[in-house]
């Protein structure tokens, strides 16, 4: 067995555990995605070089460079148009609870976010009747009408008549448990 690749191994496995940083959380629908439109980079570079012949001469140089990368993808403005609008619906979604906790107005660690919503009333859906059932809970009672023989997981109701178990009544008491003997 060869001692030394383990021990690199454990050795390595030691210095990643050490160098790895903590795992923040963040939030998502603020976050900008990696919307980079482009980098520009600038440096200065100087070398000398020596030459050993027979006159023994260096040469030095220096010179600056411009960089610029421009990332593939969508264009910058749609780029940023896009993370504009995930961050107002996000916005639109939370100013209710924003505009309806009248503290947090009073709280200056909250300034950007109530001068953000003020002004932002929203409205309720009202597409939507009260007594109206989920698309998937329709879809079942469907089925459940064309198929009446079959048991359906996530039933509240099963048919007790088709179940094995019956259930006691409300006034049974159960029976208590044998005392273990030591």
Known sequence: MNYYFTGILILAMTLLAFCVGPAYPRNEYLN???VRCGEMEISTERRDTDYN???GSTNEQQGIRFTYRKYLGTDCKTSKENVAIKQQL???KMCGRVNSNPSLAYNSNFDLL?????GVNPTGDNTRPANAK???DELKDNYKEENPDIQLMGDKFINPSKSKLKMPPKDYIL???KPKVD
């Open 32 to 34: 900008e995605y990696g």
């Open 90 to 92: 996000e916005l639109m």
């Open 114 to 118: 109530v001068a953000k919503c003020r």
């Open 134 to 136: 989920s698309h998937w």
């Open 53 to 55: 012949y027979s006159d």
């Open 175 to 177: 029976p208590l448990p």
